[in-house]
Nanobody
């Protein structure tokens, strides 16, 4: 199971760190990542980190988002800086293992202008 947390209401320009705690070892996953779904829009990949440490960012996330993982604590993070109103969305963590995708329940980020 994946449990996301850390969302909230923040003013534009602020920062948040989202966390995604796994119930077991995250070493088993080929990759883990964060997606977001804005109101009325499709869910989109924001960032991904692979087991070897390689990271991928969507264009909208480059420069402001940082994905990282704490293997000892089985937790995935997403640091978001310089938040913008258009970052408002429900953020979901996910992980893939042997072709199966696992999802957390989502955490809401609301950015006020």
């Amino acid at each position: 199971q994946l449990q996301a947390s850390g969302g909230g209401l923040v003013q534009a320009g602020g920062s948040l760190r989202l966390s995604c705690a796994a119930s077991g070892s995250i070493f088993v996953f080929n990759h883990m990542g964060w997606c977001r779904q804005a109101p009325g829009k499709q869910r989109k990949l924001v960032a991904r980190i692979f087991s070897g440490g390689y990271t991928y960012y969507a264009d909208s996330a480059k420069g402001r988002f940082t994905i990282s993982r704490d293997n000892a604590n089985n937790t995935l993070y997403l640091q978001i800086n310089s938040l913008k109103p258009e970052d408002t969305a429900v953020y979901y963590c996910n992980a893939e293992r042997r072709g199966v995708n696992y999802w957390g329940q989502g955490t809401l980020v609301t950015v006020s202008s």
